[in-house]
C-alpha cells in the first residue's frame, strides 16, 4: 500500500487516514509526506500491527517512513538525484524471499525553484526533473536481482517520462493486474472536488498483481492505493 498522508493534515484528518490502513491491513506500507505528528500517532496505533518500520518523519513533505509485517534485513535513505528530496529502500523478508522496497516522492509539478518562477515555468522544470529523477532510480537499480517493489507519490500520469522510464525498465504497473479497480488518486478526501489525476502508484519487477485499488476514503489530498502482490518464480 503507497500513501501521501499531507504533511499540514489536522489530527482528526490524521486519524481518518489511520482508519483506512487499520482497515486494509497491509503487509508493506509506504507513507509520504510523514511528519513527526503522523508518526507519533502512527507508533501508537498500529505500531504492534506493523512492528518492522523505518519511519523519518520531517516537518513540511520531505517525510517518508516504511512499515512491514515482516522483517526488514536493511533499509537506507537516499537522495532522488539530482534533487535532494528522500527515497527510501528497505529490504523485506517474505517467506525466505528478499523483496527489495523503494518508496519514492518524485517533484511536484507546481514546486517553485526560484520565486519569480510562474506555474507554467514551474511545471516545465518539474516535469524535466521528474524525468531525471526516474532515470537515476533506474541507474540505482539496473544490476539489482531480487524482485523489487517500487511505489509511491510519482506526482505524475503513466504516459509522462519518469513512468516510461520505470516501464522501459521492467517494472510493470499493478493496475494492470487482474480484477483492478483503478484510476485518479489526486485530489483525495479532504476536499469535495473530484478527483482527477493518478499520480500515486505501485509498480513491481520480478512480481505478478492483482485487486489493485485506489481507496476512496481517508483524511489526505490523496487517496491511497493497494494491491495484492506475488514472486514470478
Known amino acids: 500500500m503507497t500513501y501521501n498522508v499531507l ?13 483506512v490502513i487499520e482497515r486494509e491491513k497491509p503487509d508493506i506500507l509506504c507513507l509520504r509526506e510523514l511528519t513527526p505528528a503522523f508518526a507519533t500517532a502512527f507508533r501508537k ?10 519511519l523519518m518523519p520531517r516537518k513540511g513533505t520531505w517525510g517518508v517512513g516504511i512499515a512491514s509485517r515482516h522483517p526488514l534485513s536493511r533499509a537506507e535513505r537516499f537522495p ?6 528522500p527515497g527510501l529502500e ?6 525466505g524471499r528478499e523483496l527489495g522496497v523503494v518508496c519514492v516522492h518524485l517533484m511536484a509539478a507546481g514546486a517553485k525553484h ?7 515555468e514551474s511545471m516545465e522544470k518539474n516535469a524535466e ?16 536481482k531480487k524482485p523489487l517493489l517500487l511505489l509511491g507519490d510519482m506526482n505524475e500520469g503513466r504516459q509522462a517520462a519518469a513512468m516510461k522510464a520505470f516501464a ?5 504497473h499493478s493496475c494492470d493486474g487482474p480484477d483492478s479497480s483503478c484510476g485518479p488518486t489526486w485530489p483525495g478526501a479532504n476536499t469535495a472536488l473530484p478527483s482527477v489525476v493518478e499520480i500515486d502508484h505501485i509498480l513491481g519487477r520480478g512480481l505478478t498483481f492483482s485487486e489493485a485499488r485506489v481507496l476512496r476514503s481517508g483524511g489526505s489530498d490523496h487517496y491511497p492505493v493497494r494491491t495484492f502482490f506475488h514472486f514470478e518464480k
Open 80 to 85: 532522488e538525484k539530482p534533487h535532494r528530496l
Open 114 to 120: 526560484k520565486k519569480s518562477d510562474g506555474l507554467l
Open 90 to 95: 528497505a529490504d523485506v523478508r517474505l517467506g
Open 168 to 172: 522501459a525498465a521492467g517494472f510493470i
Open 45 to 54: 496505533r498500529l505500531g504492534k500491527e506493523l512492528p518492522h518500520t523505518v
Open 129 to 144: 526533473l521528474r524525468e531525471k529523477q526516474g532515470k537515476a532510480l533506474m541507474e540505482r537499480y539496473a544490476d539489482e
Open 7 to 19: 504533511y499540514d493534515a489536522p489530527a482528526e484528518d490524521i486519524e481518518k487516514s489511520l482508519d
